[in-house]
């Protein structure tokens, strides 16, 4: 059964410090992968995703994705946080017609 | 403006009163999905439909239906709530199962 695990359920980061939030999943082929984030009361807006090709991907707010198919993952990265990116971010999969989410991660920034 | 729109946006009903919970798109989609998030669970995708008249169960469909009588419109219906369905409801759409995008999400309370 498809799957996608996010082992961190909280990250505390300093503002300006580097990001990483880890991303695995289960799928026999090669999936749509994705990144969304969702700040409190809101609805989810996406941050990046990859289909093929180059297995870095840039998104917006100066995030960014590496795609490790030796490793199933899919981890978001990003070089310096500042305090707007206190968010919860969610790792998805796209498998044939269905998504999957992960658990989500919740990140606060502190000064 | 691109966007998909959800009514009501917070709803507090009783157990077994039946509920609808519409979701409409103006961008011409053809993929549509309802998704409820729920602490600690992430976003577990309902319903999906890939076109009009074409809807297939997500993971969790039991106590849920779904039509599609137009392209832009996809609601979900609750025929006999019960309190377990308590959860916060996002719907998406997308021109193919890929990236998508979500609406503002409904607070559904059932007690």
């Known amino acids: 059964a498809q799957s996608v695990t996010q082992p961190d359920i909280h990250i505390t980061v300093s503002e300006g410090a580097s990001l990483e939030l880890r991303c695995n999943y289960s799928?026999?082929?090669?999936?749509?992968l994705f990144w969304y984030v969702q700040s409190p009361g809101q609805g989810l807006q996406l941050l990046l995703k990859?289909?093929?090709?180059?297995?870095l991907v840039q998104g917006i707010k100066g995030f960014e994705a590496e795609f490790k198919r030796s490793q199933s993952s899919f981890n978001l990265r990003k070089p310096s946080v500042h305090w707007s990116d206190a968010a919860e971010y969610f790792c998805a999969v796209g498998a044939g017609n269905q998504f999957y989410f992960g658990t989500g991660t919740s990140l606060t920034v502190i000064p | 403006e691109a966007q998909v729109t959800q009514n009501p946006r917070y709803l507090i009903t009783v157990t077994g009163k039946k509920l609808t919970v519409t979701c409409s798109q103006n961008m011409n989609h053809e993929y549509m999905s309802w998704y409820r998030q729920d602490p600690g669970l992430g976003l577990r995708q309902i319903y999906y439909?890939?076109?009009?008249?074409?809807?297939d169960k997500g993971d969790v469909p039991e106590g849920y239906k779904v039509s599609r009588k137009e392209k832009r419109n996809f609601p979900l219906i609750l025929e006999s709530p019960s309190p377990n369905q308590t959860s916060l409801y996002f719907c998406a759409s997308s021109q193919s199962p890929a990236e998508q995008y979500f609406g503002p999400g409904t607070r559904l309370t059932v007690t």
């Open positions: 439909s890939m076109n009009v008249e074409v809807t």
């Open positions: 990859y289909f093929s090709g180059d297995t």
């Open positions: 799928y026999g082929a090669t999936p749509y």
